[in-house]
């Protein structure tokens, strides 16, 4: 069948259905000839091809029209369009872009060097009206962020306490660091080395009064070598050396 026979059979179809012949009723008797004919004319289309553009909710509320044709499908969105509040519509989108300028904001100050400076170029771009594709170019940044994000380098604290990669603050609050006055294991063990030394190094008396005070000091010395920082010993030790001298 060729396009000549279709137009004759749409204006056949007018004459028979009493309709005048004007764009709209030609065209829709013209494509349900083509349709009968199941011959693919472009111009028949227009419905699907706009369709398949709309929003899945549209599409979804437009299955419960019976929408066959260009006019009744510009009827249908021009009813959306009259029921749509525009000041809603900027109120929600306005308020979305200060949301997300907020989260933005406390991402910046996570310790978090790469993610800080990919934040505030973020605040940079929604103060900038950006356009769709600009937009979607950094919601990609973001995937690939999270995407290569590695915190393994936590695991390195694990000699020095619990680590909870979720709880930065708990993880640094769980570190067993030194306060002040406590010393290392190996400050300790390097202690012992010295008072072992020290106490070898002590020579006796010819007063037996003092004798008694190096076996006293070289006791105290074996059995807690920390006590070598200690200010009383110090004074004893002082003590000691002053007497050997005289």
Not at 106 to 122: D, G, R, W
Not at 147 to 171: C, H, I, M, P, W
């Amino acid at each position: 069948m060729t396009i000549q026979t279709i137009i004759n059979n749409a204006l056949k179809r007018l004459k028979a259905e009493g309709k005048l012949l004007t764009p709209d009723f030609y065209a829709e008797a013209f494509c349900k000839e083509a349709v009968r004919a199941k011959m693919n004319v472009e111009d028949c289309n227009h419905v699907e091809k706009f369709k398949n553009m709309l929003s899945k909710d549209f599409q979804k509320d437009l299955k419960n029209y019976r929408i066959k044709t260009m006019s009744e499908f510009v009827r249908f969105l021009i009813s959306k369009l009259n029921r749509t509040n525009p000041t809603q519509c900027s109120d929600t989108l306005e308020a979305q872009t200060h949301f997300c300028k907020r989260v933005l904001q406390v991402i910046t100050v996570l310790h978090n060097k790469e993610a800080s400076e990919l934040a505030q170029n973020s605040i940079d771009l929604l103060e900038n009206a950006p356009t769709p594709q600009q937009l979607d170019a950094f919601r990609q940044r973001w995937v690939n962020f999270i995407t290569t994000y590695d915190d393994t380098f936590l695991q390195k604290l694990k000699a020095l306490g619990e680590v909870e990669s979720s709880n930065l603050r708990k993880t640094v609050e769980n570190l067993h660091t030194l306060s002040a006055g406590e010393t290392s294991v190996s400050s300790e063990v390097d202690l012992q080395k010295v008072s072992r030394l020290l106490v070898a190094s002590f020579v006796p008396s010819i007063a037996s009064s003092v004798n008694e005070t190096i076996a006293e000091i070289s006791e105290k010395i074996r059995k807690n070598p920390l006590i070598l920082d200690n200010d009383d010993i110090e004074r004893d030790k002082n003590s000691y050396f002053a007497s050997y001298i005289s």
